[in-house]
């Protein structure tokens, strides 16, 4: 069993983190959770019967767990991520694992220096309609994918610390993750140039509630994130291949096929002749579902497997939404 701390046992950290590690007692073990909020720590107790702490530094001494498990807020992961690692501990942390590229670079190092292991929590890659649409794209059936968007919208309004930037807050940081990396998935360059536009619309705070991102890589995909924080509902992905169409949209990706003219002569216009459309349903979670993930961080610490998000992966998605930071500031595409 991996004896395991939860640092940060708040909505996220009692759920999406709590829930697996109580599920899966074979191969976890809740030995003590960590909180500054003493109805948290209350909470904690009661369920998993565990020592609880207000300061993870006394934790980590007298516990000395194998994993810490980080879902503070996002300003916070960095340096929890490097005292725990320096500490020996093993760490998971949340989304946005860094809210900054020197921080990410912080983390590695610390990770490089102690060798223990660092799992960023990117749990979109496990997304019900990300793997039907990889397998539509990697079958060849719209051909040569040369744009994709993915896009959230929502009238949805928040008041709390992810609406303010001294906490790590604006969507940037918090839908970043999710809706940059997907369509990250389904490209095989490097992204070579980054144009960002971020706003606030209606939310409180100082944080950004509203964001459009669009990289490209350097054979030529355009890939669009958008969270759109006032906006009926959009297609959730529309991918633009050379030989057809895919669009998300609710729990249906259609698939619009065209096959294109053998041939076209000189001063002649043929528009495309043959097309077919397929319907896939989505079931399941489109943000990951955290019982699936969880064998396999299990299996990685055991290191039975690779883990699914290689540090590297994890480091080029924070430069690019520093690079959308940047871009939306100064009005132009940043090159990365
Ligand atoms: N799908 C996802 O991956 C997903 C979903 C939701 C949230 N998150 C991430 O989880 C993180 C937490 O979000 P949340 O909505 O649970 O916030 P939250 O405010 O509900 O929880 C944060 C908890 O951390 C505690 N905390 C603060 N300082 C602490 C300290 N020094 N030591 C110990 N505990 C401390 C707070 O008291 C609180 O209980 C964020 O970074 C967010 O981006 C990820």
């Not at 220096?113 to 960023?120: E, R, S, W, Y």
């Not at 949209?249 to 003219?261: A, E, F, M, S, Y």
Request: proline share 4%.
């Amino acid at each position: 069993m991996i004896r395991t701390v939860i640092i940060g046992y708040g909505r996220n950290g009692s759920t999406m983190h709590a829930g697996p590690l109580e599920r899966y007692s074979g191969d976890f073990q809740v030995a003590a959770v960590c909180d500054i909020d003493a109805e948290a720590r209350d909470k904690a107790q009661k369920r998993f019967a565990c020592p609880v702490y207000e300061d993870y530094h006394a934790m980590l001494a007298e516990i000395r767990p194998e994993l810490a498990v980080i879902v503070t807020r996002s300003h916070q992961h960095a340096q929890m991520t490097v005292d725990c690692l320096m500490a020996g501990v093993n760490v998971l942390v949340t989304k946005p694992w860094a809210t900054n590229v020197l921080d990410a670079q912080r983390m590695i190092a610390a990770q490089k220096v102690t060798g223990k292991m660092l799992l960023p929590w990117l749990p979109a890659r496990f997304g019900s309609d990300l793997r039907l649409i990889r397998d539509v794209v990697e079958r060849g059936d719209i051909g040569r994918v040369f744009e994709i968007r993915r896009s959230v919208t929502t009238f949805g309004l928040r008041c709390d610390w992810q609406t303010e930037h001294k906490y790590g807050g604006g969507y940037l940081l918090n839908w970043g993750p999710h809706l940059i990396d997907q369509p990250l998935q389904l490209v095989k360059s490097p992204i070579t140039r980054v144009y960002g536009s971020l706003r606030q619309i209606i939310n409180p705070g100082d944080g950004e509630d509203n964001l459009r991102v669009i990289a490209h890589t350097d054979d030529g995909v355009t890939v669009m994130s958008e969270f759109l924080i006032a906006a009926g509902p959009y297609p959730s992905w529309v991918i633009q291949g050379d030989r057809g169409t895919i669009i998300a949209q609710g729990d249906k990706i259609h698939v619009h096929r065209v096959q294109l003219p053998d041939h076209v002569g000189a001063n002649e216009y043929r528009s495309q002749t043959v097309e077919t459309e397929y319907t896939l349903d989505v079931s399941g979670n489109i943000y990951g579902d955290e019982y699936e993930i969880y064998p396999h961080i299990a299996r990685a610490l055991r290191g039975e497997e690779a883990y699914f998000v290689p540090l590297d992966e994890a480091l080029r998605l924070s430069r690019i939404i520093d690079a959308a930071r940047l871009s939306s500031r100064i009005g132009q595409e940043v090159f990365i």
